[in-house]
């Protein structure tokens, strides 16, 4: 696998012919896609599709069998299942991960859960917390950093209607910033929100005509 930050300028992220196979069994069969800066861009799959994969791929913490994969500045990642330890308070995580990402500050972080309308204390331990709850905190530490490039798995899975609809606030918010936002799930029922989608489907991707409430395909 080949992570570069030499990609076409106006492209942060792009995949080139990427192959993944369990066994004898191929789960990504030849997937290329480029994600240009400024895109809220979805992937879509039925359960099994390999997802997860595909992510884990992108994210580095999985190899391909072949192909490339190349990114243009930091990324972010937001998993389905937060990567929280529930003995660590609020305020512990946002340590953590400040000192994970060599941040001089972590004033970023503190405006995204007030964007989110978290209203959690940061003492509060993560056991404590609902699921949704978990996940504007798990959402926040992925964009903290600020990165050109953030992945998001389910990303809004437990969010009550209100906090849905401040997550695509944000997600629009950052692609006017120049930032990539790429979201996978499941389902395509937010396909109005998104500049272009596309479906993985037998090991490759298929681009979905259709989407664009911000101009894209």
Known sequence: MNF?????????????????????RPVLRGVSLDVPSGCLL????????????????????????????RCR?????????????????????????????????????????????????????LHTLSGGTRQKLNLALGLMHDPEVLLLDEPYQGFDWETYLRFWDIARSLCERGRAVVVVSHLAHDRERLDVLHRLRDGVLEAEHGAGAGGGA
């Open 42 to 69: 979805g992937i879509v799959g039925a359960n099994g599709a390999s997802k997860s994969t595909l992510l884990r791929i992108l994210v580095g913490q999985a190899a391909a069998d072949s192909g490339t994969v």
């Open 73 to 125: 500045g930091r990324i972010g990642y937001c998993p389905q299942e937060a990567v929280l330890h529930p003995a660590l308070t609020v305020r512990e995580h946002v340590r953590f991960f400040q000192a994970a990402y060599r941040l001089d500050d972590c004033g970023r972080v503190w405006q995204l859960l007030e964007q989110l309308r978290f209203d959690e204390s940061p003492r509060s331990r």
């Open 4 to 24: 570069s930050h030499q990609v076409p300028a106006g492209t942060v992220l792009r995949l080139h012919d990427v192959h993944k196979a369990y066994g004898r």
